[in-house]
């Protein structure tokens, strides 16, 4: 990350709409008040600069740093980061740069740690992706609700899924997924798009979605839409104090209970549809 920054500190000045004023001219990044000083960031030097001079005009004193590199606050937990075995078939690597030989007979799902959600390190990523192994997906069409970094469509395209779609309503992450399902060769079958359920068109032989239960209950219609005949729902992300309320709303007419698994507080259930 070759990105800087300068910063300007005005202080004991927080909450000083005038000054706020006064640097907002100056196009900053933004502000920071929380410690009692007001805080100016600026992606350029000179306008740093030129908002400085501003303030000497109106003699307040102020301390100007300026090139500050950018850190990424992810990156040293990438750096620390050790690959990790998921399930039977899966070998996480959370890591920049991969995590070296993987062990016969997994498959490495390259997800470095990054502002989209999915690096395997939480209980509902890893309970959805044990739950996929054994789902029979060769040949079959897999919509990811809620991608994130997009590992749960890698790993269902990596399980021979003819044709895999995820979708998120976070754009930032459908960017990240893009880029991941580029480093991996099976990424290829892999469809990345910033939106909702609601926007996809066609049935799907599984529909996964591992968001917050709440999530889940509010696209619970279209999720069972997209669903194929005698297609299933794979649902993770729901806290075990709302797992009642999740398959009252997933378990009715002709949808049954197929699966059901547990880590930690979290549970992914399993439903097929009948017909
Ligand atoms: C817990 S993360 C799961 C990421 C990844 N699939 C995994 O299993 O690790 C949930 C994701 O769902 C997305 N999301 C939440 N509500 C959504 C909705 N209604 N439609 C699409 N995406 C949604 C969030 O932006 C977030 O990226």
């Known amino acids: 990350m070759n990105r800087r920054y300068s910063r300007l500190v005005v202080p004991h000045r927080a909450g000083d ?3 706020v004023a006064l640097l907002w001219t100056h196009a900053p990044l933004g502000f920071d008040e929380s410690a ?32 500050i590199p950018e850190r990424d606050p992810l990156e040293a937990y990438r750096a ?3 690959p990790f075995a998921v399930g039977r078939r899966f070998w996480l690597e959370p890591g920049e740069d991969g995590g070296g030989a993987v062990p016969d007979g997994r498959i490495a799902l390259r997800v ?8 395997g390190s ?18 079959r ?25 995820g979708i998120d309503l976070d754009p930032d992450a459908v960017f990240v997924a893009r880029g991941n399902a580029g480093s991996h060769a099976f990424g290829a079958s892999v469809r990345l798009y910033a939106g909702v359920v609601a926007a996809c068109g066609g049935r799907f032989d599984l529909v996964v979605a591992n968001m917050l ?9 279209g999720i069972r839409l997209r669903v194929a005949r005698r297609g299933r729902v794979l649902l993770s992300g729901i806290t075990r104090d709302r797992e009642t309320a999740v398959l009252s709303r997933m378990r009715s007419g002709r949808w049954k209970l197929a699966g059901r698994r547990t880590e930690e507080e979290w549970i992914s259930l399993t439903l097929e549809r009948a017909s």
């Open 17 to 19: 709409g005038t000054l």
């Open 36 to 67: 009692g000083d007001l805080v100016a960031f600026f992606r350029e030097a000179a306008a740093a600069r030129d908002a400085g001079d501003a303030l000497r005009r109106r003699r307040v004193r102020f301390a100007l740093t300026t090139d």
């Open 80 to 82: 620390a980061s050790r």
């Open 112 to 119: 470095p740690a990054s502002r989209a959600f999915g690096t």
């Open 122 to 139: 939480h209980a509902s990523t890893r309970l959805a992706l044990e739950a996929l192994e054994d789902e029979p997906l060769s040949g």
């Open 141 to 165: 069409s897999v919509l990811d609700v809620g991608t994130g970094s997009g590992v749960l469509a890698l790993a269902a395209a990596a399980l021979g899924a003819r044709s895999v779609v």
């Open 213 to 221: 239960a709440d999530e889940i209950l509010a696209e619970a219609r």
